[in-house]
């Protein structure tokens, strides 16, 4: 089962999720990040990505979710059901999908407000803030402006620097690429990648954008209701048939069919022609 041995920086082993105590939203994923790498985390609308993520990150509470099966460990210790106020300080960061920043703050007092929540010594706070303005320049400009008026690719920025504050070993990053133009996605991509090769952190990539996460991702997990359907390195993913056809194809949501019917397609197929 294991991609790389013991040594993976984030493990989860047959992880199962419920809200409710009745709609089992995640049924048996195992999934793996090492060190320093980017993983995707592909699938449609309701698959059961952010379920993943808030079971990582411990956020399951306000929704009445419960893991019910299975295990995460991150750097080799168990992190089932431990508080974000834990998996935080152990280095887990959700950059979530909605209410990431406060629109009637500045760019600048979001920022102050996430370091002085992070109680972080005055040396490294220069220091991150110079890191963020490398990475977002844009955002030096914008250091005065509130975040409601930010565009949606500005204001992803913004929530990637304040990730950034809370100095990650794992970034967990639900659906950078929503609503954005492509040009926008691209660039925000590359500060990803950017990020892995000179800050030395881990990302799970969550995105039903399938082009824009394998352009930079090593490695990829396609999940559907709740279930792992394909994994394997970025390059082979790109070149699965199928993968080409339902999730790097159109792009055209109404006429993409599940990814496990294409499969039954495609067998019935060959049985019978
Ligand atoms: N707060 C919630 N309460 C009940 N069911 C939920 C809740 N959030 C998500 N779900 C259900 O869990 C399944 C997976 O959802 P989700 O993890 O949000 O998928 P994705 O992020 O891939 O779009 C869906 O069937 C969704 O309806
Ligand atoms: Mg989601």
Redesign the pocket.
């Known amino acids: 089962m294991s991609r790389r041995g013991d040594s993976a920086l984030l493990k989860i082993e047959k992880l199962e999720v419920v809200?409710?105590n009745v709609?089992t939203?995640?049924q048996g994923v195992s999934l793996e990040v090492m060190e320093n790498e980017i993983v995707a985390l592909l699938?449609?609308?309701?698959?059961?990505?952010?379920?993943?993520?808030?079971a990582i990150s411990g956020f399951l509470g306000i929704?009445?979710?419960k893991i019910t099966d299975g295990f995460i460990e991150f750097k080799g210790h168990r992190i089932n059901g431990k508080p974000p106020s834990v998996t935080t300080k152990r280095g887990i960061v959700l950059v979530p999908?909605h209410d990431k920043v406060f629109d009637n703050m500045t760019v600048e007092e979001n920022l102050e407000l996430v370091i002085a929540s992070s109680n972080m010594d005055p040396k490294h706070k220069n220091e991150m803030t110079d890191v963020i303005y490398t990475y977002f320049p844009v955002l030096i400009k914008l250091r005065k402006r509130l975040a409601g008026y930010l565009s949606g690719g500005e204001r992803q920025m913004l929530t990637l620097s304040a990730a950034l504050l809370c100095r990650p070993g794992l970034l967990l990053v639900?659906?950078l690429s929503l609503g954005l133009a492509p040009i926008v996605v691209r660039d925000l991509m590359n500060v990803i990648k950017g990020i892995r090769d000179n800050q030395g952190v881990a990302i799970l990539l969550?995105e039903?954008n399938a082009v824009a996460a394998l352009e930079v991702a090593d490695y990829g997990y396609v999940?559907e209701?709740?279930r792992i359907v394909y994994s394997g390195d970025s390059e082979k993913l790109k070149s699965h048939d199928d993968i080409q056809e339902f999730y790097l194809g159109s792009g055209d949501s109404e006429s993409r069919k599940s990814y496990r019917n294409v499969k039954q397609y495609r067998r019935t197929r060959r049985w019978y022609g």
Do not use: F, P
């Open positions: 809200y409710h709609s939203a995640v699938g449609t609308n309701g698959a059961g990505k952010t379920t993943t993520l808030r929704d009445d979710a999908e639900d659906e969550v039903q999940i209701s709740g």
